[in-house]
C-alpha cells in the first residue's frame, strides 16, 4: 500500500476556498491506485466527497461538492489535490485521502476498501 501524508485545510469564512493535498509517501507513486477524499463530521456518517479512479481521468464527485470542489492528480501521480471553492456552513469536517490498489471506477467502492489513509486534515468554515 502507497502511505499518504495530507497536507492543508484550516479555517476559511463561508464563501472562501481552501485546498487539502495527498502525496504519496516514500518515493511511491498512485499509479494503479485510486484516491478518494472522504470527510467526517461529528455526529454524521463518513462521507465520499470525490475520487480519482486509477485507469478512468474522469472524477467523481458527490452531489454536495458538484461545482464546487475540483480533484486533481499530477502528472507524476505523486499528489492529489483537492479545491474547495464556495464553502459553506455544511462543510466543516475532518477530511481524509485514502487510496488502494482498485482498478474499478472508484465511486463503487465503500471506505472499508481503501486501506490507506492519510492522517485527516480539519476544514471549518465559520465567520
Known amino acids: 500500500q502507497v502511505p499518504v501524508v495530507q497536507s492543508g485545510g484550516g479555517l476559511v469564512q463561508p464563501g472562501g476556498s481552501l485546498s487539502l493535498s495527498c502525496a504519496a509517501a516514500?518515493?511511491?507513486?498512485?499509479?494503479?491506485?485510486?484516491i478518494a477524499w472522504f470527510r467526517h463530521a461529528p455526529g454524521k456518517e463518513r462521507e465520499r466527497v470525490s475520487c480519482?479512479?486509477?485507469?478512468?481521468?474522469?472524477?467523481y464527485y458527490a452531489d454536495f461538492v458538484k461545482g464546487r470542489f475540483t480533484i486533481s492528480r499530477d502528472g507524476a501521480k505523486k499528489t492529489v489535490s483537492l479545491q474547495m471553492y464556495n464553502l459553506t456552513p455544511e462543510d466543516p469536517a475532518i477530511y481524509y485521502c485514502?487510496?488502494?490498489?482498485?482498478?474499478?471506477?472508484?465511486?463503487?467502492?465503500?471506505?472499508?476498501?481503501?486501506?490507506?489513509w492519510g492522517q485527516g486534515a480539519q476544514v471549518t468554515v465559520a465567520s
Open positions: 485514502a487510496t488502494d490498489r482498485l482498478d474499478q471506477t472508484c465511486s463503487v467502492y465503500g471506505a472499508y476498501e481503501f486501506g490507506s
Open positions: 516514500s518515493g511511491a507513486t498512485f499509479y494503479d491506485h485510486a
Open positions: 480519482l479512479s486509477s485507469h478512468v481521468d474522469t472524477p
